[in-house]
């Protein structure tokens, strides 16, 4: 199995991530805030610069007002293209 932090699904779990904190109606800084880091953070885990630890993410995704599982769900249920 290849390193995901470049592929597909990775650039897939960044839009989903930039999705979900527009829909929150959120800017980085503001989600930045909320979360206690440097807006740097939201940009470079959106980005896929920075990857996230399971911790990191529930909080992401209760900041944002997502269950985490639903948020998963629709990641996993994502049809990938394979290059």
Do not use: H
């Not at 290849?2 to 979900?20: D, G, H, M, N, W």
């Not at 959106?46 to 998963?72: K, N, Q, Y």
């Amino acid at each position: 199995m290849k390193k995901s932090i470049f592929s597909e699904k990775q650039e897939r779990l960044c839009a989903l991530l930039v999705e979900a904190r527009n829909r929150a109606g959120f800017t980085q800084a503001e989600l930045a805030s909320k979360l206690q880091r440097p807006q740097s953070y939201v940009s470079k885990y959106e980005s896929g610069e920075r990857r996230l630890d399971v911790i990191e993410f529930i909080e992401i995704t209760r900041v944002l007002g997502i269950p985490a599982d639903s948020f998963l769900k629709k990641l996993s249920t994502t049809k990938w293209v394979a290059k």
